[in-house]
């Protein structure tokens, strides 16, 4: 895992070395800054101390230690923002592919991995690694110096760094990993939370949830608390640790060492000058749970490999009017184990207007998620023009089925910009032939902005049938050849649905699906086809009426005369 997320910081490395060597050079300019006046005090012993030559030095030592943080600063954040970027389009470019069928469940949790699981490992690798390299390159050279001095101030010295960089990091290290998964487990549990409260804010008001939910939201923050509270004391003791051990080390290095006190003295300062260099080890041991974490689930999305994907070589539609088929088709939702549907077959002709009723649960949705492709059956297949929806580009298919659903979700703009939604190029005339086609276009002529009006996403100056309508008219405005309607006019009064259905009348070459619960809502149809209760049966309970070719375990019925 580590070497693939290397690969991914590749391009950020150039910067990330020159970071490093900024801050070897800065942590350098500290030791030298403890260092230096501690020299300058035993040369004062002898009287021959230059002070302006020594002011000099440490001024000099501070601007450019001042400096060289800057540098090391900015070189990181420049490694940092390209990581952070790149990261962030792998991820897109992974969970586009993924939508609509298998991001159902989960949107809290990937909000919380494009955001902070991506923030965790950029902040490992680039503001991390870097300060854990010149953790080992600076106390390792004033080891040197220190051996160099005498094997027994070498020995303290190690010693003393071996403690600082390897034991006092590792204090607590299998609570420390405990909080950091805990932690990352419950906030991802929190931001799915938080985007439940905001996506049905309206139902929680409605069912006077709010104080359950905000009890709920405080139980995942109690929860949250406990790991930051067992991370913390660990970062507590460290710190502790972190504070006695370089008072320990000038304390032995003058006590047991051989070689001249002013020598000891300055080493003894090098020492407290490198010391902070190894907090950056605590840094890489406290990050590196969190960030290996972090790391592994944001892979994990990468390597999800979408379910339904474009073929290798697309086939193409027919030109022309074209007719739906649904064949022997079994299909279970992911981790379920009952078929919602199984051995379900049914035939639409081209241009034909059918009406799939059945009860709530029978599937009817699911046989439409079908035909866009949102899933792919397990068995048996979807043809969409005779061609199996599998073999077609799934832009092509999308193109040629549009699909409107009972909640219609808006986008902010204007009435124009969700009905270029799916037709980019719309022109206005276009606009409001859809808008006619709808029922829609005296509401929005109604509007001093007319197609202007604009739209939020929480449409408050939409009714629900109006959503439904603008709904609608965004897919009449692709001039889809085949129209799945999935309760798509429940929200309408009898005449509106009446005159929705003339204006598909008047689209003679479209293939149209409308998915109802009651006949009375699907009346003008060439014919209805019931599905029955989940699941759906075996071929073995087909009635004879089942064996016509158009339906199999769905009831064909006769046309329903245009009632209203
Ligand atoms: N995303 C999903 N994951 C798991 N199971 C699902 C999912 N969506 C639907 N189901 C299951 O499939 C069954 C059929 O659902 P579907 O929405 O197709 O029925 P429907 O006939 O359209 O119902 P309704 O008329 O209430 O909209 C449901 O009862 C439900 O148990």
Known sequence: MIRRLARIALPAWPWLAASLLARVAGLAAGVALLAVPAWGAVVAVDGDLDVVLLAVVLVSLAAAKGVLRYLEQFLGHRAAFDLIADMRLRFYDAVVPLAPGELEADSGTLASIAARDIDRVEVFFAHTIVPALAAVL?????????????????????????????????LGRRASARAARGLLAERAAIAQHVAEDVAGRAEIRALHAEETRLAALDDLSARAGRHLRASGLVQAQRAFAGLLWPSAAVLALLALGAAAPEHRLV??????????ALTAVEAFARSLPLALAAARRYLGVLDRVPAVADPVRPSVLPEGPLPVRVDAVRFRYPGSDAPVLDDVSLDVPARGRVA??????????????????VHDPEHGRVLVGGVDVRDLALGDLRRAVALVEQRTVLVSGTVLDNLRLGAPRLTEAEAWSALEDASLADDVRAHPDGLDARVAEDALSLSGGQRQRLGLARALARRPRVLVLDEATSHQDVLTQRAIRLAIAKRPDLTAVVIAHRA????GMDRVIRLRGRPVRSRKTLTPHDRAPQARNADCAAPTPEGD
């Open 138 to 170: 600076v106390p390792g050279a004033v080891t040197a110096w220190a051996f160099l001095t005498g094997p027994v101030e070498g020995a303290v010295v190690l010693g003393a760094f071996l403690v600082g960089g390897a034991v006092v990091p590792l």
């Open 267 to 276: 080493l003894a300062a090098a020492v407290i000058g490198a010391a902070p």
């Open 356 to 373: 799939l009723l059945g009860p709530s649960g029978s599937g009817k949705s699911t046989i439409a998620s079908l035909l866009l492709r």
């Open 520 to 523: 009375d809502a699907v009346a």
